[in-house]
């Protein structure tokens, strides 16, 4: 059973470029959230996604966007990178279907993003 | 806003001694509450969870976690810690209806001596 799988693991951009991050959710799960882990920080929420419908989001500005496919997977887009940006981005999957109280979250590797 | 604090930022611990991380939170309502290890370059893997009932959850490892409502706490113990257990360790509280949206403390980094 494959885990949660993102893509690339290494990125480097200039600033004011845009990058797009690519999550495989666990097999089962229907439910994205991706988080920004800043160096020496823990993750920080972002936004999850469910039904192809963005369903919560964090403290971040629109330069965050992202996408979930019928089949689940999803994408983190940010838009007009700044140096701040410099962070590992982790994706997490798990699954709200059903469920009447919480699920696990499980995490992928993460892709490690430099912006220069 | 739900809010985690992990006061120390730094332990070493001799191969073989106790070990205790701590975690406090701050959370309006009933927390459900994790425990997440992260070796270096790696991403988050679950070392144990609490949503209700006992207080004190066995985790993987050999790790437990022992959740006082009383202190707002919730802190991860291991009786024996073995150089391989060297790495970032996360305490989270997670909402009562979603887990997928979680707040981070900023981690205690565990160094293990030989």
């Known amino acids: 059973d494959a885990g949660v799988t993102q893509s690339p693991t290494h990125l480097i951009k200039t600033r004011g470029q845009q990058v797009t991050l690519r999550c495989s959710p666990k097999s089962g799960h229907d439910t994205v959230s991706w988080y920004q882990q800043a160096l020496g920080q823990g993750p920080q929420f972002i936004f999850q996604?469910?039904?192809?419908?963005?369903?919560q989001r964090g403290n971040f500005p629109d330069r965050f966007s992202g996408h979930q496919f019928p089949n689940y997977s999803s994408e983190l887009n940010v838009n007009a990178l700044l140096l701040g940006d410099s962070a590992l981005y982790l994706c997490?999957?798990?699954?709200?279907?059903?469920?009447?109280?919480?699920?696990?979250?499980?995490f992928g590797p993460g892709t490690r993003l430099t912006v220069l | 806003a739900q809010s985690v604090t992990q006061p120390d930022i730094h332990i070493t611990v001799s191969e073989g001694a106790s070990l205790e991380l701590r975690c406090n939170y701050s959370y309006g309502a009933t927390p459900y509450l994790f425990w997440y290890v992260q070796s270096p370059g790696q991403g988050l893997q679950l070392l144990l969870k609490?949503?209700?009932?006992?207080?004190l959850v066995q985790g993987i490892k050999g790790f437990e976690a022992e959740f006082k409502r009383s202190q707002s706490s919730f802190n991860l113990r291991k009786p024996s810690v073995h150089w391989s257990d060297a790495a970032e360790y996360f305490c989270?509280?997670?909402?009562?209806?979603?887990?997928?949206?979680?707040?981070f403390g900023d981690g205690t980094t565990l160094t293990v001596k030989p």
């Open positions: 989270a509280v997670g909402l009562n209806t979603n887990a997928g949206k979680s707040t």
């Open positions: 996604y469910y039904e192809e419908e963005e369903r």
């Open positions: 609490y949503f209700s009932g006992d207080t």
């Open positions: 997490a999957s798990s699954s709200i279907r059903g469920k009447s109280g919480p699920d696990t979250q499980y």
